[in-house]
């Protein structure tokens, strides 16, 4: 029963997420509701996109932020050993 419930409440949550973005795109855009439902799969998908790119750029940077710092901790202990 448990799991049940867990579903249900899952559901809710989808279904207001749905209805809100829904509601506030429909305000925006002047799109119909139905239009905005078909679409939100392939708007998931770009969401997604983005959400991956901007995730990778992040990685590059703290990779990048990571080899300056790296690179100062050689050059500062470079100078205490010589």
Do not use: F
Request: with cysteine; aromatic share 4%.
């Amino acid at each position: 029963m448990a799991i049940a419930n867990k579903m249900m409440v899952g559901g809710l949550v989808v279904a207001a997420a749905v209805t809100c973005y829904a509601r506030r795109r429909h305000a925006r855009t002047g799109e119909g509701y139905v239009a905005i439902i078909g679409s939100l799969p392939s708007d998931a998908r770009v969401w997604w996109g983005k959400v991956r790119q901007h995730a990778a750029l992040a990685l590059e940077d703290g990779r990048a932020a990571a080899r300056e710092r790296e690179a100062e901790l050689s050059r500062q202990l470079a100078s205490v050993d010589g």
